[in-house]
């Protein structure tokens, strides 16, 4: 699994993180050869652009770490920014499949590793999670399809339901239902018929049996190797079946893996799991700090440099705390404060640490302040230049503008954020007036 892209990579950042001073030249040299290795790896070239562009951004606003080199403190940005694009939203593995029995729907091409999938997950489900599970056919023209899915279902000690000659998928998929609400299963998988080509048959047919099974999760199977193509079936699917996840198969091979790096970008769907060889236990989650890892190769820079910054963010915050008592809250460090709030578990769980925070705790919560929000808002502080930073006064309408739609954002969210800085700004002075004591007396009562 992403071999080249790997070896590409590594070919870059060892020239880097050799220097010891870095000049912008440098990265930008460095970035230009990231972009033609996400290329050459078949990732879509607005991802890929964008890629290198959110790299740039963050390299340029970030303070320079002591005890590491520049280079190495760019392949650690270039490995949060791998994972920041591959992440999706919660835990990848965790299905929802919790009002037994809980139907999956599986779609997908012809030859993509479904029906094998889809035995996969059966397996996964029944021995991690002590699920009952029933699989079921619904590949009405192909029996051997049918017979294969029976006979993995023999192999790994799950029920398949009994082949019926003649039934149409939409009464099979009722069938199902029925034999798993009876037989006490918790959840049962429909495997779905696939084509060589997504074809109006087959969508129509997936959005019958979709209609009538009502399914917690829809998983599209592609095949990892078929690079964009793979991207461009998952947003087809999604659109006319609309799925819940992605599972990559034939992720053992030497695929290129710009499939994985492009799914969620392009078609705005997680990778839940990838499927790894062909046997039923060649299934993991997607774990995007672990394919960063791998894509990357660089661990140990990636730990050493995490390590460094540790190490300075505890400066930074004290340098801040004296600027902020002073009154000098500017956007770095809303943009610091948003960061750390992240690392804490979020904005509630950090109000809720610091005394006298209680009743902010609760507006938060009111808000709808969740760790998406958070990364919104730090990436509307990174199209800020450094001046607009400094000073937000400066923004005038049309900055607002480009800098919101930098973040893909409106001008409201901008807005708001700038609110923000200004009530925390006004709160840290007043903090600054009441001095440490009287604080923490204000705090107790
Ligand atoms: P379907 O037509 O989509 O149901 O595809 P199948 O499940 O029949 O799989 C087609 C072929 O791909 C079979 O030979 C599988 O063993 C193989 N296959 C499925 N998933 C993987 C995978 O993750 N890695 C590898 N190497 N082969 C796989």
Same mark, same amino acid.
């Given at each position: ?6 070896? /590409? ?39 890929? /652009? ?17 005890? !590491? ?8 940005? *270039?490995? =949060?920014?791998? *994972? ?6 919660? #835990? ?5 499949? =919790?009002?037994?029995?809980?139907? &999956? ?7 993509? +590793? ?6 996969? $997950? ?11 599970? $029933? ?15 029976? &006979? ?6 799950? =029920? ?11 009464? &099979?998929?009722? /069938? ?10 918790? *959840?049962?998988?429909? #495997? ?13 047919? @997936? ?26 079936? @998952? ?11 992605? !599972?990559?198969?034939?992720? =053992? ?20 799991? *990838?499927? $790894? ?36 963010? @505890? ?93 893909? $954002? ?24 009441? +001095? ?10």
């Amino acid at each position: 699994m992403f071999e080249n892209l790997s070896e /590409r990579l590594s070919g870059v950042f060892d020239r880097l993180t050799k220097q010891g001073a870095l000049s912008e030249e440098d990265v930008k040299t460095a970035l230009r050869e990231v972009r033609v290795a996400l290329l050459e790896a078949d990732v879509s070239l607005p991802v890929a /652009r964008d890629f290198v562009k959110k790299v740039q951004e963050q390299a340029t606003g970030q303070a320079v770490t002591k005890s !590491v080199t520049p280079g190495q403190q760019v392949v650690k940005i *270039v490995h =949060d920014t791998l *994972v920041d694009v591959l992440r999706g939203e919660g #835990d990848p593995g965790a299905l929802k499949i =919790d009002n037994p029995p809980a139907p &999956i729907l599986m779609v997908g091409l012809q030859g993509s +590793g479904k029906t094998t999938t889809t035995a996969k $997950l059966a397996k996964r489900l029944k021995e991690r999670e002590g699920k009952r599970v $029933l699989m079921a056919s619904l590949d009405t023209n192909r029996p051997a399809a049918m017979e294969q899915l029976a &006979i993995l279902g023999s192999q790994i000690g799950v =029920d398949t339901l009994p082949i019926v000659k003649g039934e149409d998928p939409v009464a &099979i998929a009722k /069938r199902a239902k029925t034999q798993a609400l009876l037989g006490g299963y918790d *959840v049962y998988i429909l #495997d779905t018929a696939g084509r060589l080509h997504i074809d109006e048959e087959l969508i129509q047919q @997936a959005a019958q049996v979709r209609d009538v099974a009502q399914p917690r999760e829809t998983l599209l199977v592609v095949d990892g190797l078929t690079g964009q193509d793979a991207v461009n079936v @998952a947003a087809e699917f999604d659109d006319k079946i609309g799925v819940t996840g992605v !599972v990559l198969t034939r992720m =053992d091979g030497d695929g290129r893996g710009g499939a994985a790096l492009s799914m969620r970008a392009v078609t705005g769907k997680p990778i839940r799991f *990838v499927g $790894l060889g062909e046997k039923t236990d060649a299934l993991e989650t997607f774990e995007p700090d672990r394919i960063a890892g791998r894509i990357l190769g660089m661990g140990d820079i990636v730990a050493l440099v995490e390590k460094a910054q540790e190490t300075i963010e @505890a400066e930074q915050a004290e340098k801040m705390m004296r600027r902020m008592v002073k009154g000098q809250f500017n956007m770095n460090d809303l943009k610091m404060q948003l960061e750390q709030m992240l690392k804490m578990g979020g904005m509630e769980g950090m109000m809720s640490m610091m005394p006298g925070m209680g009743k902010m705790a609760k507006q938060v919560e009111e808000a709808g302040f969740d760790d998406k929000i958070i990364r919104r808002q730090i990436a509307l502080v990174q199209s800020m230049t450094k001046k607009e930073r400094a000073n937000p006064k400066l923004l005038q309408a049309s900055r607002k503008k480009r800098i919101a739609k930098g973040a893909g $954002l409106d001008v409201s969210d901008l807005n708001k954020l700038l609110k923000m800085h200004r009530q925390m700004g006004d709160m840290m002075k007043k903090m600054g007036k009441m +001095g440490k004591g009287k604080m923490l007396k204000q705090a107790m009562k």
